[in-house]
Structure formats: structure tokens, C-alpha cells
């Protein structure tokens, strides 16, 4: 299970974000991400190159909600250059901007506000990740632990039902160590984590962004495989 590096803290892009890669790189990382907001998209250009550099892979996550914002964010995608896109709910503005679906990963069921919330049950968002890997998306990004309706693991396990071996990744308050191994437990294949490594609070004996970084491939290094 890969561990993606969000360089964002409660929704959005930190300002210092390109100092800060190197030392999640030097690290081990290398699944890293920022989100469409809170730093101008333009000076994420060298971040995406950095990231590249060392063989990672890179992600833009839309938090925008709106059809056009959307749409924005993903054209600013392209112009960066960027390997995955995660977010958004308009399968087909990607597909006509994108064309390849098969690094984009839209929100299963309802996200709205920010920072986002996911509204949507279990059979809604099976319906929307069978939708999306019939049409051609690389998986889905679903705001599990952000659900309104449900309880998050029944979230991750219709998910896993419903997407035909691609991609399951699972974004949004993921925090601790039993999060993360009941993530793996289910077959999640990727999980996301930002603010609890800037706010420290992922290992709060872990003082500094190396030690909360190392903490997290720690727990992603000893979680259990899929039960049976």
C-alpha cells in the first residue's frame, strides 16, 4: 500500500511546500501530491519537476466543486505535467480534456464544502466507482473518513467491490496508525496524509516533519495485506 505525501494542510496547498519536499523525499517518499488551492498553480511547476527527478509520482487533487473551477484544475493539470489527477465528480469534462482517463480519479458519491465532506451510502458509492472504472478512470479517490452517511469501512469495501482491480485510494483525515492498517485490511491501495503531518498530531512523539513522515511509512510498512 503506498503512502501519497500531500503537501496541504486542512484542504490546501502549503505556502513553503517546495522546501518541505526535499525533506519528505529524502525520506523515502515517493507517491506526492498537492491540492489546487492555497499556492498559485504556477509555482507548483518545479515542485512536479522535483518529484520527477527522483522517479515519483506526482498528483493534483481538485478540491474545487463547481463545473468550471473543475474544469481549471484540470487543465492546469496537463500544463503541469502532472502523473494523477485526483477529485473531481465530471467524468466526462475529464475525459474531453484529458482524453486518457487512465490517470484520473474521481470522488465517488457527494463530496461538498471545504474542507469536504462526503455525502453519499454504500450502494451510492458502489453505483459511482463501477460507473467510473466502466468508463475508463485509473480508480477512484474516495473521502472515506470524511462520510456523512456511513461508516467509512463499509465505504472502502463497496468501493473495493465495484472497481474491477483499478486503483482504490482513499483521501481525506487519515490520522493513525489503526486508520492505515484498516485501510490495507480492506485492499486499499494507496491512502493519502497532509494536516496530521504538518500538525503534528499523526505520532505526537514525533516532534518534527521527518519524525511524523517516518511514522506514517512506518505503520504502511507493517500493515496487514487484505484479509480474505
Known amino acids: 500500500m503506498d503512502f501519497i505525501f500531500m503537501l496541504t494542510r486542512a484542504d490546501a496547498t502549503v505556502g513553503d511546500a517546495p522546501q518541505i519536499l526535499d525533506s519528505a523525499i ?45 474544469i481549471r484544475s484540470l487543465q492546469a493539470g496537463i500544463a503541469l505535467g502532472v502523473d ?6 465530471d467524468i466526462a469534462a475529464a475525459q474531453r ?18 474542507p469536504t465532506r462526503l455525502q453519499g451510502d454504500a450502494g451510492c458509492i458502489e453505483s459511482d466507482v463501477r460507473d467510473a472504472c466502466a468508463r475508463g478512470c485509473g480508480g477512484v479517490d474516495l473521502l472515506a473518513y470524511r462520510a456523512t452517511d456511513a461508516d467509512p469501512l463499509d465505504l472502502v469495501r463497496a468501493a473495493r467491490r465495484a472497481s474491477a482491480g483499478r486503483r482504490l485510494i482513499v483521501a481525506g483525515s487519515v490520522h493513525t496508525v489503526e486508520q492505515i492498517h484498516a485501510l490495507a485490511s480492506a485492499g486499499v491501495d ?12 499523526f505520532s505526537p512523539t514525533r516532534g518534527s516533519l521527518r519524525g511524523q513522515i517516518d511514522a506514517v511509512l512506518a505503520a504502511c510498512a507493517s500493515a496487514p495485506r487484505m484479509a480474505a
Open 26 to 70: 529524502d525520506s523515502g517518499v515517493r507517491h506526492i501530491g498537492f491540492k489546487d488551492v492555497g499556492v498559485p498553480l504556477s509555482e507548483l511547476g518545479p515542485v512536479v519537476s522535483r518529484i520527477r527527478e527522483c522517479g515519483g509520482v506526482s498528483y493534483l487533487e481538485v478540491v474545487s466543486t463547481t463545473q468550471e473551477a473543475t
Open 84 to 89: 494523477r489527477i485526483l477529485g473531481g465528480t
Open 97 to 114: 480534456i484529458l482524453g486518457d482517463l487512465s490517470r484520473y480519479f474521481p470522488f465517488p458519491g457527494r463530496p461538498t464544502g471545504h
Open 190 to 201: 494507496a491512502f493519502t496524509v497532509g494536516s496530521a503531518v504538518f500538525e503534528g498530531s
